[in-house]
């Protein structure tokens, strides 16, 4: 898998996850941190002209570092839940196809210390390249499964007691009247399209961001953004209940 850019490298090298590092052009002071690093981790570090690296990223910008990385792993959602310190906080990722919001939901998931991402293996953005560098290296560090079936994954976390919240714009519940200090999986649907009929049909609540502008709903990330980092914030101490 190849993913590119100065602090997605940085972090895949501080997980231990980077067979190869490539690198072009006049060596700053940043690129030169991920130079030495890779030579404390034993990574071979190779010298290629600038349009070798445009090829790697595609077009993406890459700031002269690209790597070769091992395939995230795929945990079981069994392992997510098992992971947890105290009740689970998991994402659901509906069809997002958009690798920047990929990443950026991915990045928002780290730092608010979720504890794994699900994803269906088809109709999903890939996790290298512009997903990788949008998560500005988490996704060397988020746990993920991937599945077949989103619904089918949802009466599964049902099964191990997780409350499965869907975000939704028409919902009649204020995703801030939700309790998320329960175990609970947030759902996500695609860009535009929003969660599909199945999915929907099977959480266990649904959310709304309320919105007071002209605009009709957030970005997938932001919403994922709002709505984790209150739970995040009831997490704390604070458990409104229900309504």
Known sequence: MIIYGINPVLEALRAGRVRELRVAGREGARIQDVVALAGERGVRVRRMPAEALDRDARGGVHQGVVALVEGTRDHSIEELIRSAEGPP???VLDGIEDPHNLGAILRTADAAGVDGVIMQSRRSASLSGAAA??????VAHVRIATVVNIARTLDE??????WTVGLAGDAPTAYDKVDFTLP???????EGAG????VRERCDVLAAIPMRGHVESLNVSVAAGVTLFEAVRQRRGRSPAWT
């Open 157 to 162: 976390l049902k099964e191990a007691g997780i």
């Open 195 to 198: 969660l599909r009929r199945l």
């Open 89 to 91: 906080l998991l994402v």
């Open 133 to 138: 560098k949008a998560s500005a290296g988490a």
């Open 184 to 190: 609970t999986a947030v759902v996500l649907g695609a």
